[in-house]
Structures are given as structure tokens and as C-alpha cells.
């Protein structure tokens, strides 16, 4: 068996390696384009290109909405509340801590919560059991169960970044992921009892009528260069505003908003509330101790004045995060980007901390997301934190309020309100 690992080694040296180095590089590129940070004779050459096949989107897009405008595709019920979070373009406006924060006001009101989420990057079920599967003709695979309300039952890499991370923050709170939100949230009201829905990311899944669709817009970069994918990171035109019920402008700095807010309401139902919001560090928290309790082993932002740190990320937007840092007082002296929702390997992380002890780092920071990639047994050879980061309201609560009373039945939405959430 010896010449069996001997050319297994060079089959992983000499193929997969260089294919894994290129994916990063060739993803890594495309999202410079989308995010309009690169400016290079490549990108000069590839923008007509990704423009070219931006028109078949658009086509399918407007197919897909005139379709269930008009009822030929039909929008299913579930026989629940069911609250929709997402956005017009790809990644970054920060969906995770907006449902986090919906998800626990609705359970203190005493709502039975479950959480849906596509499990984007999470391990898929293997080609063969679905092959079989269809062969057979047997029942489709069940959702998987992240969270049961009591025990987190999956890790990030078979539930996906962000539901193994809500499932750590909010106990008492049922998890599933699945492609078909459908079937899921009828498994979460069967088999959990939950009577409210969160659909994280799902103001595109139009399969599943939603009484509530909260639209997020990213207030420093809201459209992108206004092209849609794969030219830019619009999922969706501008338009496509006028199904939502609620508009969060997030990330906001504290400044007039008046611009953003006019091309807002160009689009949705005079009666859409607009609330501006930001995202707002708390405190760190030491890697190991992930999802613990907040008071046991946070750190104070405070500890961050004057001290040399290292920051490494693998998120969408990863400026807003080393912003952050820069804000409450540290110096960067290394930061790596990896690409969003990477995966890390064992030789990334000692590259980041070989570096960091180069530099003279003192501490590691990543962000929450990022958190739950790392192995929580592994010794690390300088702390290493993670930043906690809240969503907090600056105009708008008592809208806010009002949609968790409408939620909870204190009071119904306007008949245009809706009017606004059909398709």
C-alpha cells in the first residue's frame, strides 16, 4: 500500500493544490470586479464579457417575477406568520445579526421561532444518495435540523457559517436548512410546534408567500455600480423594491440618508416604514469559547486601545470589520482577506499567526462568522478573539416596535403594506 499514499501525496501536491490556489485567486478576482475594487487592463477585458451575460439574467429575473405576478407559478402557505429577510444584492448587509435580533424579540414575546436558511457552502447530501434516490423513487431527504431548540446538532461545515452561528446564539429557537423552504418550514411546524417563520435570505424565494418581507439595504454601498450579476452584485433591479413591507438601511454611519432614502421611496408604498440602523461592536470573545455567555468571557472593546493586533477575515466586505477595529483604537499590523465563506486549512491559519508573530502582533482578531470555521480544540499561539457585532437602531424604533407587535398579533398590517408583500 505503500505506492498507493506515495501517489495519492503527489496527486494532492501536484493537481489539487494548484487547483485549489486557483479557485481562490479566480474567486478572489471576480469579487474584486462585482465590488468594483479593481481597476486593471484584466478587468477592462472581462467587464464586457460578465456585462454580455448580465442580459440573460435580467431576462430570467423579469420572467421569473412576471410568472408569479400573474399567477402562473403560485406562491405556497404555510399556515403561519412567515417573516422574510434579505436584500437586492450579494452578501454584506448584514442579514445574520437583523434575523438574530428578530428571532429573540419574537421568542421574549413568546413566539415559537424557527429559523430557515438555504445552508449556502454547507456540505451537500452526495450525488449518489440523490441519484439513488430519484431511482427509486423514494422520499425526498428530510432538512437539516441545525437546531432543535435545545442542542446545536450540526457544525458549520455541514450546517453552513451562519445557521450554525444563530443556532449558538439563540437556544430555544428551532434551525433548519434545506433549499426547499417549503418543505422545511412544514417539517419546523410539525415536528416543533414553531407558529413564525424567519426565512434568512428569502426575499428572492417567492415559492413561499411571506406577510412580512423586510428588505435590507446597505447604506455604503446600496446597488453596487447598478448592474446585475454577474456584471455587479444586484440580484434583482431596483424595482423590485415594491414587494417589500419594511425597508433597514444598514450599516449606517450617523449621517443624512436623505438621497439613498428618495430612490427608497421612489419604488415602495408610501406606507413602507424606513428604519436606519447600524451594525455596533459589543465586545470580543476568545475563539474557544464560542457561543458561551456573554458576561463569563467577553473582553471589553476598550482592551483594543493602543494595541498591536493582527486581523484576519473571509467575509464579503471585509473593510467594515478592520474598520471596526481602527475605530475602537488598535492598530492592524497584518490583515489577510480570504475569500467569502472560505474554508480554512490547517497551513492558512499558521500562515496567519507566522506573520502575526512577525509583525509583532499581540493579539488575533476575526470576526463571528469566521469564528465557527476555526477548531475550537486547537492551541493557538497568541490569543485570538472574535468581534461581536449587534445590530442597533438609530431612527425608526418605535416602527421597529410595531412591526413585533404586528408580528405578534397586537396589530395588523395596512391593507397596502400587503398589497406590497405579493409578488
Known amino acids: ?45 472581462v467587464c464586457p464579457i460578465l456585462a454580455a451575460l448580465a442580459l440573460p439574467f435580467r431576462a430570467a429575473v423579469s420572467a421569473r417575477r412576471f410568472l408569479y405576478g400573474q399567477r402562473i407559478l403560485r406562491s405556497q402557505h ?85 445557521p450554525h452561528m444563530l443556532a449558538k446564539n439563540l437556544p430555544g429557537i428551532a434551525i433548519l436548512t434545506d433549499r426547499d423552504r417549503v418543505k422545511a418550514g412544514h417539517f419546523a411546524i410539525n415536528n416543533f ?30 446597488f453596487g455600480s447598478g448592474h446585475l450579476l454577474p456584471r455587479g452584485i444586484l440580484r434583482e433591479p431596483p ?28 419604488n415602495v408604498a408610501a406606507a413602507v416604514p424606513i428604519i436606519v440602523s447600524r451594525h455596533s461592536p459589543r465586545y470580543l470573545r ?7 455567555a456573554a458576561a463569563a468571557d467577553s473582553v471589553p472593546l476598550r482592551e483594543l486601545i493602543g494595541r498591536r493586533i493582527a486581523a484576519f477575515s473571509g467575509i464579503a466586505v471585509p473593510e467594515g470589520f478592520e474598520d471596526f477595529l481602527g475605530k475602537c483604537g488598535a492598530t492592524i499590523v497584518f490583515r489577510k482577506r480570504f475569500p467569502d465563506h472560505y474554508r480554512f486549512q490547517d497551513a492558512d491559519v499558521e500562515n496567519v499567526f507566522a506573520m502575526a508573530l512577525a509583525r509583532g502582533a499581540e493579539w488575533v482578531v476575526t470576526t463571528e462568522k469566521d469564528a465557527v470555521r476555526l477548531h475550537k480544540n486547537r492551541f493557538y499561539p497568541l490569543p485570538t478573539y472574535y468581534l461581536r457585532v449587534e445590530i442597533e437602531i438609530l431612527r425608526g424604533e418605535k416602527e421597529f416596535h410595531d412591526l413585533i407587535g404586528q408580528i405578534c398579533g397586537d396589530g395588523a398590517p395596512t391593507q397596502q403594506r400587503v398589497a406590497a408583500a405579493a409578488p
Open 1 to 45: 500500500m505503500r505506492w498507493l499514499r506515495y501517489w495519492r501525496l503527489r496527486l494532492r501536491r501536484r493537481v489539487l493544490r494548484p487547483l485549489r490556489h486557483f479557485d481562490r485567486t479566480a474567486e478572489r478576482f471576480m469579487t474584486d470586479i462585482l465590488y468594483g475594487r479593481r481597476q486593471s487592463i484584466s478587468t477592462g477585458l
Open 78 to 162: 404555510l399556515g403561519c406568520v412567515v417573516i422574510s429577510v434579505g436584500n437586492l444584492t450579494v452578501g454584506g448587509t448584514g442579514k445574520t445579526p437583523v434575523v438574530e435580533l428578530l428571532g429573540r424579540k419574537l421568542q421574549q414575546r413568546g413566539r415559537k421561532v424557527a429559523i430557515l436558511s438555504r445552508g449556502y457552502r454547507s456540505r451537500a447530501e452526495p450525488i449518489w444518495h440523490r441519484c439513488l434516490r430519484t431511482l427509486t423513487h423514494g422520499e425526498a431527504a428530510p432538512p437539516k435540523v441545525v437546531s432543535d431548540r435545545k442542542t446545536v446538532l450540526l457544525d458549520s461545515e455541514m450546517a453552513g457559517d451562519e
Open 193 to 222: 410546534g414553531c407558529n413564525t417563520i424567519i426565512l434568512d435570505d428569502g426575499f428572492q424565494y417567492l415559492r413561499l408567500r411571506s406577510q412580512f418581507n423586510i428588505l435590507l439595504i446597505d447604506s455604503s454601498n446600496p
Open 239 to 266: 424595482a423590485a423594491m415594491r414587494r417589500a413591507t419594511h425597508v433597514i438601511i444598514t450599516k449606517s454611519d450617523g449621517c443624512d440618508h436623505a438621497a439613498l432614502e428618495r430612490i427608497i421611496r421612489k
Open 286 to 292: 476568545d475563539v474557544h469559547n464560542f457561543g458561551g
